[in-house]
Antibody
Framework: QVQLVQSGAEVKKPGSSVKVSCKAS????????ISWVRQAPGQGLQWMGR????????NNAQIFQGRVTLTADTSTNTAYMELSSLRSEDTAMYYC??????????????WGQGTLVTVSS | DIVMTQSPDSLAVSLGERATINCKSG????????????LAWYQHKPGQPPKLLIS???NRESGVPDRFSGSGSGTDFTLTISSLQAEDVAVYYC??????????FGQGTRLEIK
């Protein structure tokens, strides 16, 4: 099973950008893809998008279109989520989660520990 | 996007009693080609990432206690905890993975001890 370790907490100003990393071990991007899910305070889980490193493709949720960039470095088995034009509503815990490429069914059996992003002036 | 609606929003159950959480999808998440339901359940405890409990509506993940079970098909699904334990206090989410490109979760059900 893939283990995912995310980068540390961030505090950002409104209008700036944040980039969160997610390093995979115990598995590689030839067998797994990564999705990003966030949880704002008091809210539920919200899917942000996916990156399929092996195919060099992915999708973002429409609500984030233009603001989120999902990338992956297959040489280091690290995925990245960059969110721009930050606003206070983007304050949330951000998770990466992996799923097996076989079947491309997004069943998230491994999750990162989460990265808290706080947007405050 | 497929809307997932859970009920109830919160639930209080006595230790040892049964807990039942429902999830309804806005359209069927059953694929006609394989008759599989593209529905998963997660347990989310404070300070931890979500944990996968069940996939394909009823397939319990390895290591998940057998008091957890999933059922349902098409648009209506249920997560049942047959005998609630203290460690089961959490928020539970259903998730559909049928409607690509977008994945959607239910709003969550908070489970507490009565």
């Amino acid at each position: 099973q893939v283990q995912l370790v995310q980068s540390g907490a961030e505090v950002k100003k409104p209008g700036s950008s944040v980039k969160v990393s997610c390093k995979a071990s115990g598995g590689t991007f030839t067998t797994h893809a990564i999705s990003w899910v966030r949880q704002a305070p008091g809210q539920g889980l919200q899917w942000m998008g996916r990156v399929i490193p092996f195919l060099n493709t992915g999708n973002n949720a429409q609500i984030f279109q233009g603001r989120v960039t999902l990338t992956a470095d297959t040489s280091t088995n690290t995925a990245y989520m960059e969110l721009s034009s930050l606003r206070s509503e983007d304050t949330a815990m951000y998770y990466c989660a992996s799923y097996a490429l076989e079947g491309l069914n997004e069943i998230y059996d491994s999750w990162g520990q989460g990265t808290l992003v706080t947007v405050s002036s | 996007d497929i809307v997932m609606t859970q009920s109830p929003d919160s639930l209080a159950v006595s230790l040892g009693e049964r807990a039942t959480i429902n999830c309804k999808s806005g359209q069927s998440v059953a694929h006609t080609s394989n008759n599989k339901n593209y529905l998963a359940w997660y347990q989310h405890k404070p300070g931890q990432p979500p944990k996968l409990l069940i996939s394909w509506a009823s397939n319990r993940e390895s290591g998940v206690p057998d008091r957890f079970s999933g059922s349902g098909s098409g648009t209506d699904f249920t997560l049942t905890i047959s005998s609630l334990q203290a460690e089961d206090v959490a928020v539970y989410y259903c998730q559909q993975y049928y409607g690509t490109p977008s994945i959607t979760f239910g709003q969550g059900t908070r489970l507490e001890i009565k």
